[in-house]
C-alpha cells in the first residue's frame, strides 16, 4: 500500500516521465530518420528503452519502492500525450536545428576530407611523376654508358682488325 504523499509524487513523477519520454523518443526519432526499417535503429531503439525504463525505475524507487500501479501507467501515457499535443511543434524545431547543426559539421568535415585528399592525391601524383622522370633520366644515362661502351668495344675491334691486318700485310716488319 502505497500513501498519499507518495502517490502524489508517482503521480507528478509518472507524468513528467512520460513527458520527457516523449520530448526524448521525438528528438532521438529525428536524429535517427534516416535509418528508417533499417537494423541499427532498431539497436538504438531498444537500447534507449531499456535505458529509459531502468532510469524511470531509479527515479522510482526512492518513492514508492519501485512499485507502480496502472493508473501509474495510464498518466505516464497522459504525460507523453500532452507533449505531443502541446509541446511537440515548439521542440521540433529545435531538434531540426540540432540535426542540420550535425549534417553541416558532418559535410564540412566530408568536404574537407575531401579536399586533403585530393591535396594529398596531387602531390601524389607529382611524386609518381618525379620518380618516373628519375628513372627515365637513369635509364638514358645507363642506355649512354652501354651505347658508350659498345662504341668503346667497337673502336678496341676496329683497332685490333687493323692491327692485325697490319701485321698479316707486313709480316717481316
Not at 19 to 30: C, E, K, P, Q
Not at 33 to 61: D, P, Q, S
Amino acid at each position: 500500500m502505497i500513501l498519499l504523499p507518495q502517490q502524489f509524487q508517482a503521480l507528478v513523477y509518472h507524468f513528467f516521465s512520460g513527458w520527457v519520454f516523449a520530448l526524448t523518443w521525438s528528438g532521438m526519432n529525428r536524429l535517427t530518420w534516416h535509418y528508417r526499417r533499417h537494423f541499427v535503429r532498431w539497436v538504438i531503439e531498444t537500447l534507449y528503452f531499456f535505458i529509459f525504463v531502468t532510469l524511470m525505475y531509479a527515479g522510482l524507487l526512492p518513492i514508492t519502492g519501485g512499485q507502480t500501479q496502472m493508473y501509474l501507467l495510464a498518466v505516464f501515457v497522459l504525460g507523453a500525450a500532452v507533449y505531443l499535443k502541446f509541446y511537440a511543434m515548439t521542440f521540433s524545431p529545435l531538434f531540426e536545428g540540432i540535426v542540420r547543426g550535425i549534417v553541416k559539421q558532418l559535410t564540412g568535415y566530408k568536404k574537407q576530407k575531401a579536399k586533403s585528399q585530393a591535396v594529398f592525391k596531387h602531390r601524389q601524383e607529382i611524386r609518381h611523376k618525379k620518380r618516373a622522370e628519375k628513372r627515365q633520366s637513369r635509364k638514358l644515362k645507363h642506355q649512354k654508358k652501354q651505347n658508350e661502351k659498345q662504341l668503346k668495344r667497337q673502336k678496341q675491334k676496329k683497332a685490333n682488325s687493323m692491327r692485325l691486318l697490319s701485321l698479316l700485310s707486313n709480316p717481316m716488319k
